[in-house]
């Protein structure tokens, strides 16, 4: 992999590290990653994106190779090397997300998470049909987070979405355990309703025990001036458990222990009671629906 990188990209390095799903190393004083590629990916919009946000952020640079392109292949796998300018251990902060938020929108897009999470489910249940009898945690949970889901569907189909709501950069995943990094790298980068990454903030901070999280909520309300239609996405999107169906994939596809699942199937009780506290706290500022199922649990 050292000569790979060094003939493709004519980087010279001393030690070249693998964690996961990347190689990493220093090289003049910045953090190289050489990203695996385990999922397609709009190549134009990759670029068009960093190119939009260099100098201006402090996205991750996509280096071009030898052939001037964005991917190169080694033994028939895809590649991506990204240059980092953040601090990799830094914690994700709401200030950090609302600033990407602000920074680029588009309307010219067409964005259904209901469809989305549909699917999801049908790839997911293909997965644990072929795989399940090694995953007893999976088995015995599943069907609770795709009662959720059905919820959010459901939820997230009552909502009249206009043509005027604007798309902002936003990420296909923020996880419990991840830094600022994966904020600014250019794989995680989306276009997507603005409530998104704040649904996704909040759901990990319970999880993280981030003691401010009401006050920020009460903030973020106050300050960004989301109409009805934004507030209901963003009761949506709480409502579809993420969080979980990201480490379904990390133990199904990354081959992560099944253990890391434990901690948030041990608190699931108090997960709900929280969900239903946000929401409450949303629908004293706007008049979106009662969960019913919530209420009920916890009345």
């Given at each position: ?7 493709f ?17 220093a ?20 670029l ?22 964005i991917?190169?292949?080694y033994?028939?796998n895809?590649?991506?090397?990204i ?23 588009s ?23 072929e ?10 949970s599943?069907?609770?987070f795709?009662?959720?889901t ?22 296909r ?10 904020l ?6 989306i ?24 006050k ?27 969080f ?27 997960y ?16 979106v ?11």
């Amino acid at each position: 992999m050292k000569n790979f990188i060094e003939y493709f990209y004519n980087i010279k390095i001393d030690k070249i590290f693998y964690e996961k799903n990347y190689y990493f190393f220093a090289y003049n004083g910045y953090t190289y990653k050489l990203y695996a590629l385990t999922r397609e990916y709009d190549v134009n919009f990759l670029l068009y994106m960093n190119q939009k946000m260099l100098n201006n952020t402090l996205v991750s640079e996509i280096i071009i190779n030898r052939n001037n392109e964005i991917i190169s292949i080694y033994n028939e796998n895809k590649f991506i090397l990204i240059k980092i300018f953040v601090n990799v251990n830094k914690n994700i902060s709401l200030n950090e997300i609302l600033f990407l938020n602000n920074y680029l929108s588009s309307k010219k897009l067409n964005v259904n998470w209901g469809q989305l999470w549909e699917k999801k489910i049908d790839y997911l249940e293909e997965l644990i049909n072929e795989n399940g009898k090694k995953y007893p945690l999976i088995v015995n949970s599943f069907n609770y987070f795709v009662g959720m889901t059905e919820n959010a569907i459901s939820y997230y189909s009552s909502i009249s979405i206009g043509d005027d709501i604007n798309y902002v950069i936003s990420h296909r995943s923020i996880k419990i355990g991840d830094t600022i990094e994966s904020l600014y790298n250019p794989l995680n980068i989306i276009l997507d309703y603005r409530v998104r990454d704040m649904a996704e903030y909040i759901k990990i901070s319970f999880f993280k025990n981030n003691k401010l999280i009401f006050k920020e909520i009460q903030e973020y309300l106050i300050s960004n001036n989301l109409s009805l239609v934004e507030v209901q996405l963003l009761v949506a999107r709480l409502l579809y458990p993420s969080f979980y169906f990201d480490m379904y994939d990390d133990i199904m596809i990354d081959n992560q222990e099944e253990k890391i699942l434990t901690f948030i199937l041990a608190n699931l009780d108090n997960y709900e009671i929280y969900l239903s506290n946000v929401i409450g706290l949303i629908r004293q500022r706007y008049n979106v629906d009662e969960i019913a199922w919530l209420k009920k649990n916890h009345s």
